[in-house]
């Protein structure tokens, strides 16, 4: 079955900073991955997804993600931190070929940034 | 309307009693999610319906926990003897993932559920 595990629940950076959440995942066949951010207040959307094209992805808002499956991990990161990347984040998986769409979520991480 | 639509948006009931909560998703996607978000936990997997296919409903915690969706299109998420460990927010998404094709979750403004 699959997993998610984010490390840290809770992120701060300073405005201006690299940003970098962690994610790593667990799937017995070759995942589908997904980073969504809530806003205070709204609901969940989509930043970026991995569905086994290129291993770096670009997302809205400056936002990237790098596939590495020797690492099993999904990183997030983005350059430099604005006071508008406040939000949570959430990373997600999904097992392609496996006949179900099932997304798991990991427990999130909450993004502070200091003016 | 445009996007998923949940209601009530807040249901404060008492211990012991049943509530339902439903979900009305964006007119032709296929697939439906139930999540459960608590402070802590993240969103939890609770059921997915896709298609006409058999739901799966292995988040379920408890078996005072369903769900249908009728028509291949709203869904209601029902709770029996509610116990205040059930207080929370209830996510719906719907996406038109099928056939290999994978579609983006749009969720819902939640159902903010909270049990005395």
């Known amino acids: 079955a699959q997993s998610v595990t984010q490390l840290g629940s809770h992120v701060s950076v300073s405005e201006g900073a690299l940003v970098l959440l962690r994610c790593n995942y667990s799937s017995s066949v070759p995942p589908y991955l997904f980073w969504y951010v809530q806003y205070p207040n709204q609901g969940l959307q989509l930043l970026l997804k991995?569905?086994?094209?290129?291993?770096l992805v670009k997302g809205i808002n400056g936002f990237e993600a790098e596939f590495k499956k020797s690492e099993t991990s999904f990183h997030l990161t983005k350059p430099s931190a604005h006071m508008s990347d406040a939000a949570e984040y959430f990373c997600?998986?999904?097992?392609?070929?496996?006949?179900?769409?099932?997304?798991?979520f990991g427990t999130g991480t909450r993004l502070k940034v200091l003016a | 309307g445009a996007g998923v639509s949940q209601s009530p948006s807040n249901k404060v009931t008492e211990k012991g009693k049943d509530v339902e909560l439903r979900c009305d998703p964006i007119s032709g996607h296929t697939a439906l999610y139930w999540y459960r978000q608590s402070l802590g936990q993240g969103l939890e997997f609770l059921i997915y319906f896709q298609g006409n296919s058999a739901p799966d409903k292995s988040g379920l915690p408890s078996d005072r926990f369903s769900a249908e969706r009728t028509g291949g299109s709203v869904s209601t998420l029902t709770i029996q003897r509610t116990q205040q460990e059930d207080s929370a927010v209830y996510l719906c998404?719907?996406?038109?993932?099928?056939?290999?094709?994978?579609?983006?979750?749009?969720f819902g403004e939640g159902s903010r559920l909270t049990v005395l």
């Open positions: 997600a998986v999904s097992e392609s070929g496996s006949g179900t769409y099932k997304y798991i």
């Open positions: 991995y569905t086994s094209a290129a291993t």
């Open positions: 998404a719907s996406s038109r993932t099928s056939g290999g094709v994978w579609g983006e979750l749009f």
